[in-house]
Structure formats: structure tokens, C-alpha cells
């Protein structure tokens, strides 16, 4: 067999992979493009994007594909088990992308996403990531304690469950840890506010905690309330967020 033989039969038993997107209805995403066939020798790409966001927060993928130009890119969720076209935007001259993920971004819950790519030789996918939405963590306190009187401050921290929970009071000036307790699986927590209370004024206190993993700092401040000991007179509790 001669050497253009052999190359002739080498490409014609290539492998392709054949991905094919069934269309969306979905409001706010564009339905996926349907039946692109990627050369199997393109190889699996991976996306890079922070596990945990809070609801509301920015949150971003970003990654490379093999290109010596600049080409389009776009995420695409998966909404009802069909994949929808998202944000496009267009990768740098080496083929880096950074692109916001905003489907879901106000609603606690997790999404599942992924990046393609369009390469001079076909369109190409990465493997595909979740990204957990949590919900805003709430704290309640009551605004006023007789003096000698034991009050706590409740909530509950989407996405920390069993992770370490603490008070602060801001005092002299700075923030002081006070007292350190545990969330339950489900994320809730009860703390009790120790600092003053043998003596009438009012306290600035903050609730922090520590996720499991997330996208940078493991501790989260949420909120401050002020509480005051007092002889039962109502002062209100203040949330700074």
C-alpha cells in the first residue's frame, strides 16, 4: 500500500464525536445549536468557575482554548435536560475567555453549565461544571435585654452546614471575637450575646461563618445588629447587611 493509500484510509477511519442539542423554549437563553460534529482529536477542555456564589454576586468562567486568534465563545445551561445558549462574548488572540454566569443569578440553587468554542476546525465543548447559588444568610436578634439577661442572635447560613459559626462586637474600635458555636446540617445556628450584659448601653455585634469551600475568603461577614441592655426599654436592632 503506498504512503498517499495509507493516508487516505488513516483519515477516512478517523473517529468524530457527534453531539447533538435538542432545541429550548426557555426564556432568556437561546437554544443550543443541534447536530456539530467535533473532531475527536480536539480533546476535552475544562472551564474554571468558583463552586459557590452567593445569590446576587457576580460569578464568572474563564479558561483557554487552543487557537493562535481570537474566536467566539458562550456558555450554554442546562434548563429541563436541554442545553441553551447563554453569554457570548469573544476570547483574547490566545484563545482566553472570561464570561459571566448569569443564568440563575438572583435565585438560590444549582446550575449546571458549560463553555464551547469556536475553533477554525469545529466547535468545541468543555466538560461541564455546577455552580450552587446560595441563599443571603439571615440573622435575628431581639433589640432590647434587661440588664443580666441572657439574649442570642438565630439564623441560618445557606451552604455551611456544620462549619463553624461566630460572634463579633465591635469594641474599641475593632471588631473582637466573642462567642463560637457550630451550625447544624441544615446551616441554622443559635448564639447567645454575652458581651454587656451586665452593663446598660447599647452593642454593635456581627454574625461570621465559615463555608466548606467558595471563591476566595472561607469566612463571611453578614450582618451587625445592635442590641441593647437596657431596663426593658425597646432600642431596635439595626441590620447593615
Request: with cysteine; glycine share 14%.
Amino acid at each position: 500500500m503506498s504512503r498517499a493509500t495509507r493516508l487516505l484510509a488513516s483519515v477516512a477511519t478517523s473517529a468524530v464525536a457527534l453531539i447533538t442539542i435538542a432545541s429550548s423554549s426557555v426564556s432568556g437563553v437561546v437554544p443550543a445549536s443541534a447536530d456539530v460534529v467535533v473532531p475527536a482529536e480536539a480533546g476535552v477542555y475544562t472551564a474554571a468557575a468558583a463552586p459557590t456564589k452567593m445569590v446576587g454576586a457576580a460569578a464568572y468562567t474563564w479558561g483557554r482554548f487552543p487557537t493562535s486568534g481570537s474566536v467566539r465563545a458562550w456558555t450554554e445551561v442546562k434548563v429541563g435536560g436541554v442545553w441553551s445558549r447563554s453569554q457570548v462574548v469573544s476570547t483574547d488572540a490566545t484563545g482566553y475567555y472570561v464570561i459571566p454566569l448569569t443564568y440563575g443569578a438572583n435565585t438560590a440553587g444549582t446550575y449546571t453549565f458549560r463553555v464551547r468554542g469556536e475553533l477554525p476546525g469545529g466547535v468545541v465543548s468543555t466538560q461541564e461544571f455546577t455552580v450552587r447559588r446560595l441563599a443571603k444568610p439571615t440573622v435575628t436578634s431581639a433589640g432590647a435585654k434587661l440588664v443580666g439577661l441572657t439574649t442570642y442572635v438565630w439564623g441560618r447560613v445557606d451552604g455551611a452546614g456544620g462549619g463553624r459559626v461566630w460572634t463579633e462586637v465591635f469594641a474599641g474600635g475593632r471588631w473582637v471575637r466573642s462567642q463560637v458555636g457550630q451550625t447544624s446540617s441544615s446551616g441554622s445556628y443559635t448564639l447567645p450575646l454575652t458581651y454587656g450584659a451586665s452593663t446598660r448601653g447599647t452593642y454593635s455585634f456581627r454574625v461570621r461563618a465559615e463555608y466548606p469551600d467558595g471563591d476566595g475568603g472561607d469566612v463571611a461577614s453578614f450582618h451587625v445588629a445592635a442590641v441593647g441592655f437596657a431596663d426593658g426599654e425597646s432600642c431596635g436592632v439595626e441590620v447593615c447587611g
